[in-house]
């Protein structure tokens, strides 16, 4: 669809798989580099290796969708989301919940509403699928984005990283 800004936003496709991994990585880096953690390289490469077969196994079977912005022939933006299964609860009977992820925009074009572009498109793509229910984890920065979309923070999540 092309955007009153002259900038597009278009569904991603295979081919588009390297610039998702990409932008995934760059915001793990960003978002690693701002609380002062260090991170092992090849750690991030065999996470790239897992997204990028996440995308090529999900996009071929319809249980993701991603999405970028571009402006002329350069991808400044994107992000996805991932449909998975939870339990059904008293307001959505569904088990289909939707996983806003790796959303990132490139230096230089931050705070001209593209991560909030996407994170519209993605709500409409759910709400049209009958989805009712979306969750993500939202960086410091991302925070404000995602909340001006109406996510709210869960008081009632926790994580436990099993090692």
Not at 7 to 36: C, N, S, Y
Request: charged residues 30%; hydrophobic residues 40%.
């Amino acid at each position: 669809m092309k955007e009153k800004t002259g900038f597009t936003i278009q569904e991603a496709g295979f081919e588009d798989i390297p610039i998702l991994v990409r932008h995934h990585r760059l915001m793990f880096e960003e978002i690693w580099t701002l609380k002062g953690l260090d991170y092992d390289i090849s750690k991030l490469e065999e996470m790239d290796n897992a997204y990028a077969k996440k995308l090529q196994k999900q996009l071929t079977n319809n249980t993701s969708k991603a999405w970028f912005i571009e402006d002329i022939s350069k991808i400044i933006a994107s992000g996805a989301v991932s449909i998975i299964s939870m339990v059904p609860v008293p307001d959505d009977p569904s088990d289909r919940v939707a996983y806003l992820h790796s959303i990132y925009t490139e230096r230089g074009y931050r705070n001209r509403g593209f991560a909030r572009r996407i994170a519209e498109t993605a709500i409409h793509y759910c709400k049209s699928q009958g989805i009712r229910r979306m969750i993500l984890n939202a960086s410091d920065a991302g925070r404000p984005v995602y909340e001006k979309t109406g996510f709210r923070a869960a008081d009632n999540v926790m994580r436990l990283w099993i090692k």
